[in-house]
């Protein structure tokens, strides 16, 4: 079964940092580009960071470049947000989810469970 | 900051069908680029439910049919049923902005 599942949510206070984690199961890792999606409370999905397989491209949301990191280690399975610099407008349910591609077009599939991230003072 | 404009809540009584919006521009679903939808209850994982404008995942009931034309797609939800009351989401590509993957505003339907 494809499976994966965020961790590392918290509180956290504005300009503080966070590494949220996602493990996958039941893939082959490195053959896919993995996402963070989020959603903000009350609000809808919101695009916020890709990372190629072989982590040669990474991709971000203007809003977080140059304040989160997206990494991963195929060794482990693993996909990571190095957020820093933390707002108040971060806080959101994080979500991580694998990209698959098929004839020229990519989605999402599967997501985590997500994560919560609340950024207060 | 979504471009691609959903309604914010549609409802229908128990087998009715309705149908969902999703309204871009020439740089998104104008552009060629497909749309995929997405159902997502509170505190879940969101679900694929359409992939390339009209195909289905396997598992995924055939009360879901999804369609493009133009600037626009709609996910349309046969025979209504209250396990459908959830949120949906459209998401495709677009390429004007430094964006790369776009969502709805998402719409919210109601089991009546």
């Known amino acids: 079964e494809v499976q994966l599942v965020e961790s590392g949510g918290g509180l956290v206070k504005p300009g503080g940092s966070l590494r949220l984690s996602c493990a996958a199961s039941?893939?082959?890792?490195?053959?896919?580009?993995m996402t963070w999606v989020r959603q903000a409370p009350g609000k809808g999905l919101e695009w916020v960071s890709s990372?190629?397989?072989?982590?040669?491209?990474?991709y971000y949301t203007d809003s977080v470049k140059g304040r989160f990191t997206i990494s991963r280690d195929n060794a482990k399975n693993a996909l990571f947000l190095q957020m820093s610099s933390l707002r108040a407008e971060d806080t959101a349910v994080y979500y991580c989810?694998?990209?698959?591609?098929?004839?020229?077009?990519?989605?999402?599939?599967?997501w985590g469970q997500g994560t919560l991230v609340t950024v207060s003072s | 900051q979504s471009v691609l404009t959903q309604p914010p809540s549609v409802s229908g009584a128990p087998g009715q069908r309705v149908t969902i919006s999703c309204t871009g521009s020439s740089s998104n679903i104008g552009a060629g680029f497909d749309v995929h939808w997405y159902q997502h209850l509170p505190g879940t994982a969101p679900k694929l439910l359409i992939y390339?404008?009209?195909n289905r995942p396997s598992g995924v009931p055939d009360r879901f049919s999804g369609s493009k034309s133009g600037t626009s797609a709609s996910l349309a939800i046969a025979g209504l049923q209250a396990e459908d009351e959830a949120d949906y989401y459209c998401?495709?590509?677009?390429?004007?902005?430094?964006?790369?993957?776009?969502f709805g505003t998402g719409t919210k339907v109601t089991v009546l």
């Open positions: 989810a694998r990209i698959y591609c098929s004839g020229g077009t990519c989605w999402f599939d599967p």
């Open positions: 039941g893939f082959t890792f490195t053959k896919y580009s």
């Open positions: 390339g404008n009209t």
């Open positions: 990372i190629t397989g072989s982590s040669t491209h990474v």
């Open positions: 998401q495709s590509y677009d390429s004007s902005l430094s964006v790369f993957y776009v």
